[in-house]
């Protein structure tokens, strides 16, 4: 593995300060019921990490194992990152939305675009640069005058400027697995978390919340939050794991927050 120390990252602006701000007034207060804790946490944590469904069931993994090390971060030049995973030895699947520069309101280029594979702590196994960038027909464009993007062509390839075959690939499903059926039943997110940009995490187990949706986007319950952008989300079969979907956004739904990731079949990797 390479070490380098940490650099200076854009995660959380002003997190610490804002909790402290949130909390030191509890210390000086002494002991409140466990009723108002309980609710001021969740209210902090609704606030700075948006996707994280009742209690926290992420926990980390090892990222220079397989599958795991196919997983990686896709370092922004301008700050930031996203989670990327190899689908092929030289190309990753993200979410085009980290490939957009708000203040330019215009795409990244490939030169501004980095990959490092089985990431932790500061080290990785192998790492390479961008040499070009596909995105969803569709969303060429960029955000509506919202800013949004559409969920469901929220997908981009990136062509590495060379093959990364180490660290192994991830397949996408086949399109009988990522529209339903027995298999799909249970799932795995892994991403690296904004509060954990660091390590990568997983949710083991979570779900998918009903069918592919009319406008072709999956809503699930696994938690997710900022940094996971562009996170697989898995299916195990016969063959290994597989990708089922890619998250991309949270929502609300009926009883609180919601994933929302494009499911395989609406991804074409390419050649």
């Known amino acids: 593995m390479i070490r380098i120390p940490y650099g200076p990252t854009r995660i959380l602006p002003g997190i610490a300060a804002a909790m ?3 909390l030191l007034p509890l210390c000086l207060a002494g002991p409140l019921p466990a009723h108002a804790e309980t609710e001021s ?3 902090l944590r609704q606030r700075f990490l ?11 993994v090892e990222s220079d194992s397989a599958p ?9 030049r301008i700050g930031g990152y996203c989670t990327g995973t190899l689908i092929a030895p ?9 490939l957009w520069n708000r203040r330019t309101r215009r795409w990244l280029g490939p030169e501004a675009l980095h990959f490092v594979g089985g990431y932790s702590r500061g080290a990785w196994i192998a790492e390479a640069g961008v040499r070009s960038i596909r995105l969803a027909p569709g969303i060429a464009g960029g955000p509506d005058g919202n800013g949004r993007f559409a969920p469901a062509s929220d997908w981009a390839v990136l062509t590495l400027a060379k093959p990364l075959g180490m660290l192994g690939h991830i397949p996408l499903a086949m399109p009988e697995s990522a529209t339903g059926g ?10 690296y978390s904004q509060d954990k940009p660091h390590v990568l995490t997983a949710h083991h187990d979570c779900h998918p919340l009903g069918p592919v949706r009319t406008g072709g986007v999956l809503v699930h319950d696994c938690d997710a939050t900022h940094g996971d952008s562009g996170s697989p989300i898995l299916v195990l079969t016969s063959d290994g794991a597989r990708i089922f979907a890619i998250h991309v956004a949270t929502g ?8 929302i ?8 990797p390419g050649r």
């Open 20 to 22: 402290t701000a949130l």
């Open 41 to 43: 946490y969740l209210q």
């Open 50 to 60: 948006p996707g994280i469904k009742g209690e926290d069931q992420r926990h980390v």
């Open 68 to 76: 795991w090390q196919a997983i990686g971060r896709v370092n922004r």
């Open 90 to 98: 030289g190309k990753v699947l993200t979410a085009a939305h980290c």
């Open 182 to 191: 027995p298999r799909a039943e249970s799932l795995i997110q892994v991403g």
């Open 252 to 259: 609300k739904g009926s009883s609180g927050a919601v994933g």
């Open 261 to 268: 990731a494009v499911p395989a079949a609406s991804i074409d």
